[in-house]
């Protein structure tokens, strides 16, 4: 159990810019789960897939946001045409479908929008 | 909807002090309730839970125990360490077919030697 990997830890950019994270998950996860945690606030849902299929959105996701898992291993969550209040810290977690109940969270990657 | 609302923090302790974190939850149908701490520099982690009403979740001396009547899952350890400094989120899931954790903003504790 190598833990739940986000790379990178930490990403600044310019508004209106493009930026893509990787999440890796632990290998015989098949859930997975984005979220979005802002300074004193608790994590808040955007995503999750079950194997390679997207099954729930936030409304918290707008167009700006697409996330995939192509092979049902890693992850990708891409931000176009970042907005200042996009900044915030964004957290990958999984499951084992049959305890789903019990995420693993990775690190996080600290997004900051200038 | 579903929403977790905990104490403000942060909690400010001195070591063996007894600890209790509040935490009340809004729901439809029959959660379960859950704990998760994020230590330092580390992901968040599950800490304890509880599935039904009146059980009670332990681990590494916490417990809370699920009060549907008050709609309460509160923390609580009778002594505390400098290494529990963290940052604890109630959350809870289950409801309207969705098993995805709906969390709380969390309570920072910081426990002083």
């Known amino acids: 159990d190598t833990g739940v990997s986000q790379n990178p830890r930490h990403k600044i950019t310019k508004r209106g810019q493009n930026v893509t994270f990787r999440c890796d998950p632990i290998?015989?996860?098949?859930?997975l789960y984005w979220y979005r945690q802002t300074l004193g606030q608790g994590p808040e849902f955007l995503t999750y897939f079950q194997n390679e299929a997207q099954l729930e959105k936030s409304r918290l996701l707008s167009d700006r946001f697409s996330a995939e898992r192509p092979k049902g291993s890693f992850s990708t969550l891409e931000i176009q045409r970042t907005e200042q209040g996009d900044s915030a810290m964004y957290l990958c977690?999984?499951?084992?479908?049959?305890?789903?109940?019990?995420?693993?969270f990775g690190s996080g990657t600290q997004l900051s929008v200038l | 909807g579903n929403s977790v609302t905990q104490m403000e923090g942060p909690v400010t302790l001195s070591e063996e002090a007894f600890l209790t974190i509040n935490c009340t939850y809004t729901?439809?149908?029959?959660?379960?309730l859950f704990w998760y701490v994020q230590y330092p520099g580390e992901g968040l982690q599950l800490l304890l839970k509880a599935t039904k009403a009146d059980d009670k979740g332990s681990n590494k001396g916490f417990e809370a125990t699920y009060r549907k009547e008050t709609t309460s899952f509160h923390l609580e350890k009778g002594s505390v360490q400098v290494s529990d400094s963290a940052v604890y989120f109630c959350?809870?899931?289950?409801?309207?077919?969705?098993?995805?954790?709906?969390f709380g903003r969390g309570t920072s504790l910081i426990v002083h030697p």
């Open positions: 959350a809870l899931s289950g409801t309207g077919g969705s098993y995805i954790p709906t």
């Open positions: 290998s015989e996860h098949n859930r």
């Open positions: 977690a999984s499951s084992l479908r049959d305890m789903r109940e019990k995420l693993f």
């Open positions: 729901a439809t149908g029959y959660p379960s």
